[in-house]
């Protein structure tokens, strides 16, 4: 490939020359916070450069869930954090999906409100109460506005053929997307608003100085008035705040002929989610199982996870199926201690939107409102 030195003067002052604004990592925050930065200054030029041919981490990886708060991840966090922190949570989540959906219309990104369901296997170890079911609807109503957004659904086996889930508690206001056309949808947004996008630019180094910062890639230098790091789960290249990768894995199914299962659902407390992608099943989750080996920026799979995911799908999701595998994958999440994104100026003139919590759909697009709104 060409170095930078060797390009045009037409590609140079097109694309790398005067940049107000330079974004690493073109996945949720990055391409969201470069639309709001051209609605603050139609103006700015602002360019977004990614490693990847695709972005690179769990933007368009993910499982494609429009989801807030489940019961029993509710329930944990409230044993573990202060009421205030658990509720700003959820409301961060619900309000990010409202700015997403201000960004890229819903028909467009196949959105479905199809309900959630957080499957229980036994009663016995179950947490959640009717009191409880009761006091997070009243505080869900006082975010959302809509009235009984919990309730428990004891017929979930009968409805979609589980087997050994004893009970449910569906949240009537989530739903599902498709990634891949979120993002295809947030990309075209960008172009349409003058932001240049490189695909298979890494940024290497960050030298920083008051009035510019230089950015070297494997192609040579670029420099920027500004800076904005995007990059998520590979963000400890840049900060050395509390945050570490966590890799997901990821599993789908082939088309299964009537399947009953529509929706999306959580089971163990949100470490295993699962869904149907017309008459696919989609299942990810298992980091559990093995949190230090899947404390990684390396894509790929382990067999432990793997044999995880399809027992579930044998002998709890689809025990009443035939079905093949038909693809698996892998996305790196940026993780915490703390639910909440680190969004902050790290100098005058870089900043940095990273620490998703496994959320990037759910608040990825506030935060690129967020570091936006940093200028």
């Known amino acids: 490939m060409l170095r930078i030195d060797n390009l045009s003067y037409w590609e140079k002052s097109t694309y790398l020359e005067n940049i107000d604004f330079l974004i690493i990592g073109s996945g949720i925050v990055g391409l969201s916070t470069a639309i709001f930065l051209k609605r603050k200054n139609k103006q ?39 009421d ?21 219309q819903k028909d467009k990104i ?20 009717e009191d409880f079911i009761e006091y997070i609807n009243g505080k869900a109503y006082e975010i959302t506005g809509v009235k009984e957004i919990y309730h428990e659904d004891k017929l979930i086996s009968s409805k979609f053929g589980f087997q050994g889930i004893e009970t449910s508690y569906c949240n009537k206001l989530e739903g599902a997307i498709h990634t891949g056309k979120m993002i295809q949808e947030l990309y075209k947004k960008a172009i349409l608003n003058d932001v240049n996008i490189l695909f298979g630019m890494n940024a290497e180094k960050l030298e920083h100085s008051a009035q510019e910062n230089v950015i070297e890639t494997q192609f040579g230098e670029i420099k920027a008035k500004n800076t904005i790091i995007a990059t998520n789960g590979f963000a400890k290249k840049w900060i050395t ?18 399947l009953k299962i529509k929706g999306t659902f959580h089971y163990e407390k949100g470490y295993y989610y699962f869904r149907n992608v017309g008459n696919r099943v989609l299942l990810g989750g298992g980091r559990n199982l093995d949190f230090k080996g899947e404390t990684t920026e390396e894509f790929g799979s382990s ?49 940095i939107g990273v620490r998703m919590g496994g959320m990037g759909v759910a608040i990825g697009a506030q935060v690129g409102k967020k570091l936006a709104d940093l200028f």
């Open 110 to 129: 196949a959105y479905q409100e199809c309900k959630s369901w957080d499957i229980i296997s036994s009663k016995k170890n179950n947490d959640i109460t």
């Open 303 to 351: 067999e432990q996870i793997q044999l995880k995911l399809k027992e579930l799908l044998k002998n709890v999701i689809l025990p009443k199926y035939s079905y093949k595998i038909q693809d698996s994958w892998s996305g790196i999440m940026g993780v915490g201690n703390s639910k909440s994104p680190i969004i902050k100026k790290i100098n005058n003139n870089t900043a």
């Open 84 to 104: 205030l922190t658990v509720w700003d949570t959820f409301s961060n989540r619900y309000m990010g999906l409202n700015t997403l959906f201000e960004l890229v």
């Open 241 to 258: 705040d509390d945050i570490f990768p966590a890799r997901a894995q990821v599993i789908i199914t082939d088309e299964i002929p009537d």
């Open 44 to 82: 700015y030029k602002v360019l977004v450069i990614d490693r990847g041919y695709l972005p690179t981490g769990a933007s368009t990886k993910n499982a494609g869930f429009t989801c807030f708060g489940s019961p029993t991840e509710l329930f944990d966090d409230l044993q573990n954090m202060n």
